[in-house]
């Protein structure tokens, strides 16, 4: 019987970002669901299951910061991994500080993002 792929879900306002993690993640066995708001991922996963998040910081309505906020203060056991395009040099710092699991800075090395999510997924 075939393994069941793990659940990633990328959470990013720029298409083009979603459709490339989604590509680039597929290769690697994932099954991958994208989000352009926070508001479309609380409305379409339950708490209880199982994944990883992908998660952009800045974006309009609902952005990064109250995403995962959302998902500590409810308690959820879901690794959050923060991928943004934002040059500031605290932002790695301050995410990690704000409980997400890991931090990448866009463009993504996709050995290095892979390593990550089979570490904390």
Known sequence: MPEKQRQLWVVD???SVCRALKCL???YGFKVDTFLSGEKYFE?????QQGC???DIHMPGLDGWEVLKNILKTGIKRPVIVISADKNGGLEKKVLKAGA??????PVNDENLVALI???Y
């Not at 379409?44 to 209880?48: F, N, S």
């Not at 699991?101 to 866009?106: C, E, I, R, T």
Request: net charge negative; glycine share 14%; hydrophobic share 40%.
């Open 13 to 15: 306002d720029d298409e």
């Open 25 to 27: 993640l597929g290769t």
């Open 53 to 55: 998040l992908l998660l």
């Open 101 to 106: 699991a890991g931090f990448f800075q866009k």
């Open 44 to 48: 379409d996963i339950k708490d209880g």
């Open 118 to 120: 089979n570490k904390v």
